[in-house]
């Protein structure tokens, strides 16, 4: 790895493996993990609740079997909703506590909102017109449930959780992002950077979010944005998951996301967690085990 402490993982989402209840089939937990290793990685993230064994034990004796660390989870909640929270909690709690038996207690939750749901912004997502914004008591809603969940996950298992910004969600533009990070309690509650949602949500530099962050920052998403794509969303009104189904999240190197610079910042900061590539696909669409490969060698003609 050239030196670097940079760790880089793959996820499931990269098979089809999504959070989204769509058509078509995903692929299996053993093919997505055997791929994964195939492809030059060692790490992953644990994928829907169900898609990985949920007996600690076994999930712990297929990553072993691969040599794969595991990193963080998925959890989407509603948390606008204050009645959506308490379920929420339970199954983050749910979560942390399959990881942390299976002896990943270093893995995070990643939570986000519950991306998708909500009409408007998923047919608007990547372009967030000031008429879409929460009050600001809404977005202190949103800060104030998920710091309720961080604490609950630290205090039963002392598992630390990050937000993901992302996509046809209530935290998806820069001063959405900004609001969370205001009204959230930096030794509680991380960001997971994903670089290609901050694009797709109007943020022009990726980098410089990533500097300006950089204490709240604890996981990172490497993904990459097409404006070919994007500029095509906007033309034909694309929903978010059509954006999806037509590439906006491209392939690395493909986009317009410079991470040789953001993996220059990152070294300089020493950092040393894990980056996580993301290239959405979804089930019909590519060939994932390519799509991974063609994403790891691009990462090593940049040094990781």
Avoid at 90 to 118: E, S, W
């Amino acid at each position: 790895m050239n030196g670097t402490k940079i760790k880089i993982a793959n996820a499931p989402c990269s098979w089809g493996v999504l959070e989204f209840n769509l058509q078509g089939e995903a692929a299996g937990y053993e093919q997505v993990l055997n791929e994964i290793k195939e492809t030059g990685y060692t790490g992953t993230e644990l994928g829907d609740w169900g898609f990985m064994p949920t007996d600690p034990m076994k999930l712990k004796a297929e990553l072993e079997r691969r040599k794969l660390d595991l990193l963080g989870a998925f959890v989407p909640v509603a948390l606008l909703k204050e009645e959506a929270l308490a379920e929420g909690i339970g199954r983050a709690l749910k979560t942390a506590g399959l990881m942390h038996d299976a002896g990943y207690p270093h893995a995070f939750i990643v939570l986000a909102d519950d991306n998708g749901t909500v009409e408007s912004r998923t047919k608007n997502a990547g372009r967030v017109s000031a008429s879409l914004l929460l009050s600001e008591t809404g977005y202190q809603v949103i800060a104030k449930n998920a710091e309720q969940l961080a604490a609950a996950v630290k205090e039963k298992y002392g598992m630390r959780t990050v937000f993901h910004h992302h996509g046809a969600g209530y935290v998806e533009i820069p001063t959405e992002i900004e609001s969370l990070l205001q009204y959230t309690n930096p030794e509680l509650l991380g960001l997971c950077f994903d670089t290609g949602h901050y694009r797709l949500g109007g943020g022009s530099d990726p980098l410089s979010a990533i500097k300006k962050y950089y204490d709240r920052i604890w996981h990172v998403h490497f993904k990459d944005f097409s404006p070919q794509v994007a500029s095509k969303a906007a033309e034909n009104h694309w929903d978010y998951f059509e954006s999806v189904q037509n590439g906006i999240f491209c392939e690395l190197g493909k986009g317009d996301v410079d991470f040789k610079s953001i993996k220059e910042y990152l070294e300089s900061k020493n950092y040393d967690g894990w980056v996580v590539v993301e290239q959405d696909v979804l089930p019909g669409m590519g060939a994932p085990k390519k799509c991974a490969q063609l994403n790891r060698d691009f990462l090593k003609s940049i040094g990781l």
